[in-house]
Nanobody, 127 residues
């Protein structure tokens, strides 16, 4: 069992930066691939970024590539999402999730392949 708690969301202006954190409980954090997803009002949950258990491989949605960076610290059982050059269209609730579907060695973009989810943190970007 893994419990995930996100933090770091808030209200910012376009062009600003935010860093989201997701703290995990349990001893097996380092065995999971981790992902960040977001959901805007009236839209489906979408993949934002993912990282394998070792941290050696990452993947991003095209809409955030070059602006967002995912990283993890297995010693602290925490995954981060550094978000730079924020745009109003980045406004959403951001969720972190943990997956062992592929043994933690691959990133999946499918929400249904994640085993555990956090409660989400709101990010609002004003123009």
């Amino acid at each position: 069992q893994v419990q995930l708690v996100e933090s770091g969301g808030g209200l910012v202006q376009a062009g600003d930066s935010l860093r989201l954190s997701c703290a995990a409980s349990g001893r097996t954090f380092s065995s999971y691939s981790m992902g960040w997803f977001r959901q805007a009002p009236g839209k489906e949950r979408e993949f934002v970024a993912g990282i394998v258990r070792s941290g050696d491989y990452t993947a991003y949605a095209e809409s955030v590539k070059g602006r967002f960076t995912i990283s993890r610290d297995n010693a602290k059982s925490t995954v981060y999402l550094q978000m730079n050059s924020l745009k109003p269209e980045d406004t959403a609730i951001y969720y972190c999730a943990a997956s062992q579907r592929y043994g933690g060695v691959a990133v999946t973009r499918r929400p249904g392949e994640y085993d555990y989810w956090g409660q989400g943190t709101q990010v609002t970007v004003s123009s």
